[in-house]
T-cell receptor, first 116, second 112 residues
Framework: GAVVSQHPSRVICKSGTSVKIECRSLDFQATTMFWYRQFPKQSLMLMATSNEGSKATYEQGVEKDKFLINHASLTLSTLTVTSAHPEDSSFYIC????????????FGPGTRLTVL | TQLLEQSPQFLSIQEGENLTVYCNSSSVFSSLQWYRQEPGEGPVLLVTVVTGGEVKKLKRLTFQFGDARKDSSLHITAAQPGDTGLYLCAGYGSGNTGKLIFGQGTTLQVKP
Protein backbone atom coordinates (compact mmCIF):
# COMPACT_ATOMS: atom_id res chain seq x y z
CA GLY A 1 0.00 0.00 0.00
CA ALA A 2 0.93 3.65 -0.39
CA VAL A 3 2.91 5.06 2.53
CA VAL A 4 3.13 8.65 3.66
CA SER A 5 5.62 9.72 6.31
CA GLN A 6 5.88 12.87 8.39
CA HIS A 7 8.88 14.30 10.17
CA PRO A 8 9.21 15.09 12.96
CA SER A 9 6.55 13.13 14.82
CA ARG A 10 6.79 15.47 17.79
CA VAL A 11 8.29 18.91 18.19
CA ILE A 12 8.45 21.33 21.08
CA CYS A 13 9.53 24.87 20.40
CA LYS A 14 9.63 28.25 22.05
CA SER A 15 7.16 30.96 21.20
CA GLY A 16 8.37 33.11 18.31
CA THR A 17 10.40 30.43 16.56
CA SER A 18 9.55 28.75 13.26
CA VAL A 19 8.99 25.05 12.80
CA LYS A 20 9.13 23.02 9.59
CA ILE A 21 7.17 19.80 9.15
CA GLU A 22 7.89 17.47 6.24
CA CYS A 23 5.44 15.20 4.47
CA ARG A 24 6.79 12.55 2.11
CA SER A 25 5.13 10.01 -0.13
CA LEU A 26 7.50 7.06 0.10
CA ASP A 27 6.45 4.76 -2.72
CA PHE A 28 4.40 6.90 -5.05
CA GLN A 29 4.41 10.33 -6.61
CA ALA A 30 1.91 12.75 -5.13
CA THR A 31 0.64 15.49 -7.37
CA THR A 32 -1.47 16.87 -4.58
CA MET A 33 -0.94 16.92 -0.84
CA PHE A 34 -3.23 18.25 1.84
CA TRP A 35 -2.45 19.70 5.25
CA TYR A 36 -4.86 19.30 8.14
CA ARG A 37 -4.97 20.49 11.69
CA GLN A 38 -6.66 18.53 14.44
CA PHE A 39 -7.53 19.42 18.03
CA PRO A 40 -8.04 16.72 20.68
CA LYS A 41 -11.08 14.52 20.08
CA GLN A 42 -12.11 16.61 17.10
CA SER A 43 -12.21 15.97 13.40
CA LEU A 44 -9.62 17.02 10.84
CA MET A 45 -9.74 20.60 9.61
CA LEU A 46 -8.33 21.19 6.14
CA MET A 47 -5.80 24.01 6.12
CA ALA A 48 -4.53 24.00 2.56
CA THR A 49 -4.12 22.08 -0.66
CA SER A 50 -0.60 21.79 -1.99
CA ASN A 51 0.05 21.08 -5.66
CA GLU A 52 3.51 20.25 -6.92
CA GLY A 53 5.17 23.21 -8.58
CA SER A 54 2.47 25.74 -7.79
CA LYS A 55 1.28 27.87 -4.92
CA ALA A 56 -0.80 26.28 -2.22
CA THR A 57 -4.50 27.00 -1.96
CA TYR A 58 -5.50 27.95 1.57
CA GLU A 59 -8.86 27.42 3.19
CA GLN A 60 -10.80 30.41 4.46
CA GLY A 61 -9.45 31.68 7.76
CA VAL A 62 -6.00 30.10 7.40
CA GLU A 63 -3.18 32.64 7.35
CA LYS A 64 -0.96 31.88 4.40
CA ASP A 65 1.89 34.01 5.75
CA LYS A 66 1.87 32.10 8.99
CA PHE A 67 1.56 28.60 7.55
CA LEU A 68 3.98 28.46 4.63
CA ILE A 69 3.56 25.48 2.35
CA ASN A 70 6.05 24.34 -0.25
CA HIS A 71 5.56 21.38 -2.60
CA ALA A 72 8.87 21.36 -4.42
CA SER A 73 8.80 17.79 -5.65
CA LEU A 74 6.32 15.01 -6.34
CA THR A 75 7.25 13.29 -3.10
CA LEU A 76 7.73 16.14 -0.63
CA SER A 77 5.61 18.91 0.80
CA THR A 78 6.62 21.05 3.77
CA LEU A 79 4.59 23.10 6.20
CA THR A 80 6.42 25.84 8.08
CA VAL A 81 4.70 27.40 11.06
CA THR A 82 6.28 30.84 11.30
CA SER A 83 6.60 32.78 14.54
CA ALA A 84 4.79 30.05 16.41
CA HIS A 85 2.62 30.86 19.40
CA PRO A 86 1.02 28.59 22.01
CA GLU A 87 -2.30 28.71 20.17
CA ASP A 88 -0.57 27.04 17.20
CA SER A 89 -0.04 23.94 19.33
CA SER A 90 -1.92 21.16 17.62
CA PHE A 91 -1.69 17.88 15.72
CA TYR A 92 -0.81 18.48 12.08
CA ILE A 93 -1.56 15.76 9.54
CA CYS A 94 -0.75 15.60 5.85
CA UNK A 95 -2.26 13.40 3.18
CA UNK A 96 -1.24 12.64 -0.36
CA UNK A 97 -3.17 11.96 -3.53
CA UNK A 98 -1.12 10.11 -6.11
CA UNK A 99 -0.98 10.41 -9.84
CA UNK A 100 -3.61 8.15 -11.30
CA UNK A 101 -4.83 7.14 -7.85
CA UNK A 102 -8.40 8.24 -7.84
CA UNK A 103 -10.47 8.83 -4.74
CA UNK A 104 -7.91 7.69 -2.21
CA UNK A 105 -5.96 9.96 0.07
CA UNK A 106 -3.20 8.40 2.09
CA PHE A 107 -2.56 9.97 5.45
CA GLY A 108 0.66 10.54 7.28
CA PRO A 109 1.06 9.64 10.96
CA GLY A 110 0.84 13.26 12.08
CA THR A 111 3.11 15.71 13.88
CA ARG A 112 2.42 16.91 17.40
CA LEU A 113 3.50 20.54 17.76
CA THR A 114 3.78 22.07 21.21
CA VAL A 115 4.67 25.74 21.47
CA LEU A 116 5.82 26.87 24.90
CA THR B 1 -21.63 23.95 1.09
CA GLN B 2 -21.49 20.20 1.50
CA LEU B 3 -21.55 19.04 5.09
CA LEU B 4 -21.41 15.67 6.78
CA GLU B 5 -23.20 15.39 10.11
CA GLN B 6 -21.85 12.54 12.20
CA SER B 7 -23.53 11.19 15.30
CA PRO B 8 -23.12 10.46 18.06
CA GLN B 9 -19.96 12.43 18.76
CA PHE B 10 -19.11 10.47 21.89
CA LEU B 11 -19.97 6.91 22.80
CA SER B 12 -18.90 4.90 25.82
CA ILE B 13 -20.04 1.29 25.96
CA GLN B 14 -19.20 -2.02 27.61
CA GLU B 15 -17.36 -4.78 25.82
CA GLY B 16 -19.76 -7.01 23.90
CA GLU B 17 -22.34 -4.34 23.14
CA ASN B 18 -23.36 -3.32 19.64
CA LEU B 19 -23.29 0.24 18.31
CA THR B 20 -24.09 2.26 15.22
CA VAL B 21 -22.52 5.50 14.04
CA TYR B 22 -24.36 7.65 11.52
CA CYS B 23 -23.10 10.00 8.85
CA ASN B 24 -25.73 12.17 7.14
CA SER B 25 -25.79 14.87 4.53
CA SER B 26 -28.30 16.79 2.45
CA SER B 27 -25.91 16.46 -0.50
CA VAL B 28 -25.19 13.50 -2.71
CA PHE B 29 -21.68 12.08 -2.49
CA SER B 30 -20.09 9.95 -5.18
CA SER B 31 -18.52 7.87 -2.42
CA LEU B 32 -18.04 7.93 1.32
CA GLN B 33 -15.10 6.72 3.30
CA TRP B 34 -14.76 5.59 6.90
CA TYR B 35 -11.56 6.03 8.85
CA ARG B 36 -10.39 4.99 12.30
CA GLN B 37 -7.83 7.04 14.14
CA GLU B 38 -5.97 6.24 17.33
CA PRO B 39 -4.48 8.96 19.56
CA GLY B 40 -1.27 10.38 18.17
CA GLU B 41 -1.64 8.68 14.81
CA GLY B 42 -3.04 9.51 11.40
CA PRO B 43 -6.42 8.23 10.18
CA VAL B 44 -6.47 4.76 8.67
CA LEU B 45 -8.93 4.01 5.90
CA LEU B 46 -11.38 1.24 6.80
CA VAL B 47 -13.64 1.19 3.77
CA THR B 48 -14.95 3.14 0.81
CA VAL B 49 -18.60 2.77 -0.22
CA VAL B 50 -19.47 3.81 -3.72
CA THR B 51 -22.81 2.36 -4.83
CA GLY B 52 -26.14 3.45 -3.35
CA GLY B 53 -27.46 0.71 -1.08
CA GLU B 54 -24.07 -0.94 -0.83
CA VAL B 55 -23.20 -2.96 2.26
CA LYS B 56 -19.62 -3.87 3.11
CA LYS B 57 -18.40 -5.98 5.97
CA LEU B 58 -15.03 -5.91 7.65
CA LYS B 59 -15.02 -8.61 10.35
CA ARG B 60 -17.38 -7.21 13.04
CA LEU B 61 -17.85 -3.89 11.24
CA THR B 62 -20.70 -3.39 8.76
CA PHE B 63 -20.83 -0.32 6.56
CA GLN B 64 -23.88 0.82 4.62
CA PHE B 65 -24.29 3.50 1.99
CA GLY B 66 -27.77 4.96 1.65
CA ASP B 67 -29.75 4.36 -1.51
CA ALA B 68 -29.63 8.08 -2.34
CA ARG B 69 -25.90 8.27 -1.49
CA LYS B 70 -26.53 10.99 1.09
CA ASP B 71 -25.89 8.97 4.21
CA SER B 72 -23.89 6.09 5.59
CA SER B 73 -23.68 4.08 8.76
CA LEU B 74 -21.10 2.02 10.59
CA HIS B 75 -22.33 -0.80 12.80
CA ILE B 76 -20.00 -2.64 15.16
CA THR B 77 -21.12 -5.96 16.58
CA ALA B 78 -19.83 -7.18 19.94
CA ALA B 79 -17.48 -4.27 20.44
CA GLN B 80 -14.07 -4.95 21.95
CA PRO B 81 -11.65 -2.63 23.78
CA GLY B 82 -9.46 -2.70 20.68
CA ASP B 83 -12.24 -0.91 18.79
CA THR B 84 -11.66 2.19 20.91
CA GLY B 85 -10.74 5.19 18.81
CA LEU B 86 -12.01 8.09 16.76
CA TYR B 87 -14.17 7.11 13.79
CA LEU B 88 -14.46 9.56 10.92
CA CYS B 89 -16.65 9.56 7.86
CA ALA B 90 -15.54 11.57 4.86
CA GLY B 91 -16.58 12.23 1.30
CA TYR B 92 -15.16 14.05 -1.65
CA GLY B 93 -16.62 17.47 -2.32
CA SER B 94 -18.03 18.55 -5.64
CA GLY B 95 -15.78 20.12 -8.26
CA ASN B 96 -13.17 17.37 -8.45
CA THR B 97 -10.74 19.25 -6.19
CA GLY B 98 -9.71 16.12 -4.37
CA LYS B 99 -10.71 17.74 -1.05
CA LEU B 100 -12.21 15.45 1.53
CA ILE B 101 -15.08 16.70 3.65
CA PHE B 102 -14.99 15.17 7.11
CA GLY B 103 -17.74 14.56 9.60
CA GLN B 104 -17.24 15.73 13.17
CA GLY B 105 -16.01 12.31 14.24
CA THR B 106 -17.23 9.81 16.82
CA THR B 107 -15.04 9.07 19.82
CA LEU B 108 -15.72 5.49 20.87
CA GLN B 109 -14.61 4.06 24.17
CA VAL B 110 -15.16 0.36 24.79
CA LYS B 111 -14.70 -0.61 28.41
CA PRO B 112 -13.55 -4.12 29.30
Amino acid sequence: GAVVSQHPSRVICKSGTSVKIECRSLDFQATTMFWYRQFPKQSLMLMATSNEGSKATYEQGVEKDKFLINHASLTLSTLTVTSAHPEDSSFYICSALGQGMTDTQYFGPGTRLTVL
Amino acid sequence: TQLLEQSPQFLSIQEGENLTVYCNSSSVFSSLQWYRQEPGEGPVLLVTVVTGGEVKKLKRLTFQFGDARKDSSLHITAAQPGDTGLYLCAGYGSGNTGKLIFGQGTTLQVKP
